[in-house]
């Protein structure tokens, strides 16, 4: 006997179908995209979590767009890494940093399958989209973070790291250690400031590296006393470590009148954090019985300057050292020169995208209201 439609018993559903939509409407064709139009106005929630991308992600437009889009779009996100590369030179989109971390890697045997990752950023969580990209790669990753990404994990953290590694038949461990400090640049350029969901105002990053900065006028005025090594204040051990290796990387006669602006405490974090890592990898790392990696570099956010017009929060990475050594064998790598950029549309299908955002309507940095 045939079944009608009615003679089916249906499982009553949570919230209101969607169904009937999806069999009215027609399949897109194939290459063709939804580009989503953003209100311009402080009701559009800025997501820590679902927007963050690098400039190459976005550029993608689908096969649909006409060329003055296409150029209006492309113009956008060039001048967004205009302002990114004014303070950091040779910045790239995270997304794309990714990729090509992933192929470098990759090209001396380091897979998700036989490695581990460590990480070791600022424990701030905007950090987070960078993090979850790396787990994407090598699965979750040991933890090794501290704040302003000075890690206080020490040789028992990394060596906890290192026992936890998947082992190759021959008993070879692998390792990846990433290792950087952030910064926030808005969208108008403007370091220090970004907008976090669900928090009124304005907000800044990074909040431990802020708080150091007075500390190098002091030094220069000779009227600061740097902590002896080895010990911190009980109450605030993170922060007191950051600020004593800090202080300690300088002369005072070489700390500027004005002191460092935040920037320049950014890349010198960058600096000394490079050569503690190396310093704890060098006690721990048995390069015969392993090989390993070094990854350094600055974490970038980029997000809107208002919330009285959308601009997209993205992420960006200034590479500032790869080392990799395999059999005892080391390589230092220039990942921008030396590996090839993904394309927009490639990194737009690995992201799983669906929609298109809609270009902003002004250029970032006072570039003006209205189409471009």
């Known amino acids: 006997m045939a079944l009608s439609m009615a003679s ?5 559903a949570f919230g209101k179908s969607n169904l009937a939509t999806r069999k009215s409407s027609p399949a897109p064709r194939r290459g063709s995209v939804t580009v989503k139009a953003l209100k311009q106005n402080a009701s559009v929630k800025h997501d820590s979590y ?13 096969v649909d767009t006409t060329p003055d889009e296409r ?8 001048k967004r890494t205009a302002i990114i590369n004014q303070h950091f ?7 794309d940093w990714l990729f090509r971390i992933e192929n470098k890697l ?8 036989n490695t581990i990752a460590q990480t070791n950023f600022c424990r701030d969580e905007i950090t987070a989209p960078l993090k979850n990209g790396i787990h994407d790669i090598f699965g979750y990753a040991m933890d090794i973070d501290g704040l302003a990404g000075f890690t206080a994990a020490g040789l028992t953290g990394l060596g906890a790291g290192m026992s936890h590694s998947p082992t190759d038949p021959n008993g070879k461990e692998r390792y990846v250690f990433f290792a950087m400090p952030h910064i926030a640049v808005d969208s108008a350029g403007k370091p220090g400031d970004c907008i976090r969901a669900g928090r009124a105002g304005c907000s800044h990053a990074c909040g431990a590296l802020i708080k150091l900065q007075p500390k190098f006028q002091e030094l220069k005025s000779g009227g600061m006393q740097i902590r002896a090594p080895g010990t911190c204040d009980h109450m605030d ?32 974090a960058d600096t000394v ?33 208002t919330l009285d017009e959308w601009h997209p929060n993205m992420e960006y990475v200034q590479p500032t050292r790869m080392t990799i050594v395999v059999n005892g064998q080391r390589t230092d790598v220039n990942l921008v020169e030396e590996t090839p950029a993904p394309t927009p549309r490639q990194l737009w299908k690995l992201g799983g995208a669906r929609e298109i955002l809609q270009t902003p309507t002004s250029l970032p940095g006072g570039g003006g209201g209205g189409y471009y």
């Open 50 to 62: 679902n927007e963050h991308h690098g400039p190459e992600y976005f550029k993608y437009s689908g």
């Open 106 to 113: 990759g090209e001396f045997g380091f897979t998700g399958d």
């Open 89 to 95: 030179p040779g910045s790239i989109g995270m997304d």
């Open 237 to 268: 051990p993170e922060y007191s470590l950051l600020e004593a290796r800090m202080l300690s990387a300088v002369q005072p006669a070489d700390v500027p009148q004005g002191g460092l602006d935040l920037v320049q405490v950014t890349k010198l």
């Open 71 to 78: 150029q209006r779009r492309h113009t956008y996100y060039d």
């Open 8 to 12: 089916i018993k249906v499982a009553p």
């Open 273 to 305: 954090i490079q050569k503690h890592m190396e310093e704890l990898v060098r006690a721990s790392v048995d390069p015969s019985k392993c090989d390993f990696a070094i990854v350094t570099g600055v974490q970038i956010h980029s997000y809107g300057h």
